[in-house]
T-cell receptor, first 114, second 115 residues
Framework: AQTVTQSQPEMSVQEAETVTLSCTYD???????LFWYKQPPSRQMILVIR????KQQNATENRFSVNFQKAAKSFSLKISDSQLGDTAMYFC???????????WGAGTKLIIKP | ETGVTQTPRHLVMGMTNKKSLKCEQH?????MYWYKQSAKKPLELMFV???????ENNSVPSRFSPECPNSSHLFLHLHTLQPEDSALYLC??????????????FGSGTQLSVL
């Protein structure tokens, strides 16, 4: 079965600190895409960053970067210089080539404290 | 308006009521989705429409009935729901279905409470 595990239900850090959210997944497929979505209190889910499995270089989007370890099936999200607006639920997900459905994790609630 | 809009934002209904959730996208996308989000659980895909045709129905109970009259509008008709159906219902759209790297665009959801 294809699954996503986010082992940290909740995290809290001070503003301006760096925080890493963990995500592991399981699939027997070799080509897939990995995603991190953010759901702020407004509830509107937005894409933070995505990574193609056959690309070794880790994706970055401004303060957001990933650490992709394909052999370990790990896809962690690093947020640098965290801001109050980063407070949200963060969901890890992946999609394989043979099935367009996204497989989601249960989410990590991130709180940025002033 | 731009993006994906869902109405109502909140809905409280009794088990014998009939209600509908509405989703509208102004992005020119061809695919639309209904997801159920329950606390501390992964998102559950309920229905997928591509060019107004249903392409996925993930074993959803018949008390949930989707309707896609055109590529911009999606409805979820609800009747005789159960308390365990209480959840946040999210609508999403994407340019097409089937692209592995495809990004989903979400609405703000309808928070449904079934009494």
């Amino acid at each position: 079965a294809q699954t996503v595990t986010q082992s940290q239900p909740e995290m809290s850090v001070q503003e301006a600190e760096t925080v890493t959210l963990s995500c592991t997944y399981d699939t027997s497929e070799s080509n897939y895409y990995l995603f991190w979505y953010k759901q702020p209190p407004s509830r509107q889910m937005i894409l933070v960053i995505r990574q193609e499995a056959y690309k070794q270089q880790n994706a970055t989007e401004n303060r957001f970067s990933v650490n992709f370890q394909k052999a370990a099936k790990s896809f962690s999200l690093k947020i640098s210089d965290s801001q109050l607006g980063d407070t949200a639920m963060y969901f890890c997900a992946f999609r394989v080539e043979s099935n367009y459905q996204l497989i989601w994790g249960a989410g990590t609630k991130l709180i940025i404290k002033p | 308006e731009t993006g994906v809009t869902q109405t109502p934002r909140h809905l409280v209904m009794g088990m014998t009521n009939k209600k509908s959730l509405k989703c509208e996208q102004h992005l020119g996308h061809n695919a639309m989705y209904w997801y159920k989000q329950s606390a501390k659980k992964p998102l559950e895909l309920m229905f997928v429409y591509s060019l107004e045709e249903r392409v996925e129905n993930n074993s959803v109970p018949s008390r949930f009935s989707p309707e896609c009259p055109n590529s911009s509008h999606l409805f979820l008709h609800l009747h005789t729901l159960q308390p365990e159906d209480s959840a946040l219902y999210l609508c999403a759209s994407s340019p097409v279905t089937g692209a592995t790297n495809e990004k989903l665009f979400f609405g703000s959801g309808t928070q449904l409470s079934v009494l």
